[in-house]
């Protein structure tokens, strides 16, 4: 009986170290395609918000559009101000994307590029 509940405990222990790291690692990689979800919705949004100067949308047309993306208007005013061509400038904010990733930074940018298509 010692020997049996002996066993059962090292059973669930080893189970519990053999399937803990994978979990952890199933988390990180799925942390790690929310982010890199978001850098394209970066650049998505970045390249709409090009098009849409060229087309002569003006800066106030953003100023009325309640963004839930903390950085949707960041890309707007840079857009405006910039003297850069497609695609370096969504490209740019990719490469920004992937070395600031902070996925509450970059969040919601999805929902930005539907309201500027509209």
Known sequence: MRNNLLTISFISVSTL????????????SHELEISLQNCYYAKTFAKTVMEKRKASRPLSYYEQINFTSPVAMEIILDAYDTDKEEPNFSGEWFKKCLEISCNEFWADLEIAVKLVLE
């Open 17 to 28: 170290i053999t399937i803990l790291p994978a979990n952890k690692l199933r988390g990180e």
